[in-house]
């Protein structure tokens, strides 16, 4: 293996930055979401502890902000240092969402977010909070655009070749934003990003009760954090059942690698495999233990649904698109990212179950302090989560850099050494890493701090929030 290799190189770069960026994601997409509520049962009910509990998730989600900004910024820059060919061949398609991403629904969040921080003493309350309610949207529009880029690089529609099939050009950007991979990929991130955060709220209101601080608003946030994770555990799995049969008709190469399936089979023997043992070269099955019936019943919602598998696509692909290209991907990485998306969310979501009831209003003893502990810790479970699903997302993919129309060895610059990539990959892996603790930094000392003191100013608008006649 050529070390200097610049395709793997700049391969280890993308997934590495992209990895880091979307440390911040979630969090920035699900606490927007925890601090409009917050703040929208404050304005309703005028209670000073959901100020307090608006005010803290508040400023961490300003300080994850900030920093999913800077990271960010550097993705898009890749497209053209490392990957020209891609973005030549695909750009005039793929360029449109993400166009829309940075010109309307990052700005139109940035605005608000601005209008947010600065308006407490100067905007009316009720343009206040319709202001977080706007950076919600603008967040959640933000990830719809980009994931659609994505959804493209998984299924392309909405083109067509140039005449000389040197490029691909837009034709209709509504199949690119209804394309059915977003469509179900849209709602499974979002609920993913809903539940780590509410790991997060969890876990800062489980250290203050551990300490026996702010006893009142962290019994209220945990409670609801508990609840929210449930919920959107709820959510993920059910979007997750749709995005699977939406796998299986755009990508059925993915779903036989997350499954190491190597034969198709159908009905019994269309089983789930909760553990599978290969041979070294990763080609074919030794020993595996499986749950009959259930692959086929996921794949295909049916009992005896066929599920193909990686041989006979192997064999169908190489006809369809070129013989001398393994077309499948590296099975080990996909099968167990896909076991451990599932097992690290299922983890956070019996977390938060056992949580619900040993906090539960009638609880005969108090909750001990490992249990506190077990909250705490618990936070980062749908974050890794998230993260080796996009593993399996992506890694699914290949050898495809888009499916069906590109290899990802085409794709790479041409006239990039692989040592200039080495350089930018060090030189951004140690910045990144400098900023990852400043990052954890600060937020764990805004979560140790908790709530701040009110000025004068919001303890008298607490205050008029209690007098039924107060105009805003």
Not at 12 to 31: A, E, I, K
Request: negative net charge.
């Amino acid at each position: 293996m050529d070390l200097l290799d610049p395709l793997l190189l700049a391969r280890w770069q993308f997934g590495l930055t992209t990895l880091y960026h979307y440390l911040f994601v979630p969090l920035t997409l699900g606490m927007a979401l925890v601090v409009a509520i917050f703040q929208t049962v404050w304005h309703r009910t005028g209670d000073v502890k959901w100020l307090h509990l608006t005010r803290l998730f508040g400023k961490i989600f300003l300080i994850n902000f900030a920093m999913g900004v800077v990271t960010g910024i550097v993705q898009e820059f890749q497209f053209g240092m490392n990957w020209s060919a891609y973005s030549r061949f695909v750009g005039d398609v793929f360029g449109a969402p993400l166009a829309f991403e940075g010109l309307m629904a990052f700005f139109f969040e940035a605005t608000f977010i601005g209008l947010w921080i600065f308006g407490w003493d100067r905007l009316p309350r009720i343009l206040h909070l319709l202001s977080m309610w706007m950076v919600v949207l603008g967040s959640t529009a933000s990830a719809y655009f980009i994931l659609a880029a994505n959804a493209f690089m998984q299924n392309p529609v909405g083109f067509r070749m140039a005449a000389d099939g040197s490029r691909a050009e837009l034709i209709d950007i509504g199949a690119v934003l209804t394309n059915p991979v977003v469509l179900a990929a849209f709602p499974h991130t979002i609920f993913a990003a809903w539940m780590f955060s509410a790991t997060v709220v969890v876990a800062v209101s489980a250290w203050h009760l551990a300490r026996g601080q702010h006893l009142e608003t962290m019994r209220s946030s945990l409670r609801f954090g508990l609840w929210a994770v449930i919920v959107s555990f709820a959510g993920v799995a059910v979007s997750g059942d749709q995005l699977s049969l939406v796998m299986v008709a755009t990508q059925p190469m993915k779903m036989a690698a997350a499954e190491a399936i190597w034969n198709s089979a159908c009905g019994a023997d269309a089983s789930f495999s909760l553990l599978s043992i290969g041979t070294p070269d990763g080609t074919e099955e030794v020993w595996s233990l499986r749950v009959p019936y259930l692959l086929s019943l996921l794949s295909t919602h049916s009992l005896d649904g066929c599920v193909e598998g990686l041989n006979d696509l192997q064999a169908q692909y190489s006809e369809q698109f070129g013989a001398g290209v393994d077309y499948r991907p590296i099975v080990w990485v996909t099968y167990w990212s896909f076991r451990w998306m599932i097992a690290l969310g299922g983890a956070a979501a019996l977390v938060a179950l056992a949580g619900l009831w040993f906090t539960r209003r009638n609880a005969p003893r108090p909750v001990a302090p490992w249990m506190w502990r077990v909250a705490i810790w618990a936070a980062p479970l749908p974050l890794l989560g998230s993260l080796v699903g996009w593993v399996f997302t992506e890694m699914g993919r290949q050898p495809w850099i888009v499916f069906s129309l590109m290899l990802t060895e085409d794709g790479v610059s041409p006239n990039v050494p692989g040592w200039t990539v080495l350089i930018s990959l060090v030189a951004f892996t140690l910045i990144y890493a400098t900023l990852a603790v400043v990052e954890l930094g600060l937020i764990l000392k805004a979560a140790r701090t908790g709530p701040d003191p009110l000025s004068d100013g919001d303890a008298r608008a607490d205050a008029d929030a209690h007098t039924p006649t107060t105009v805003y």
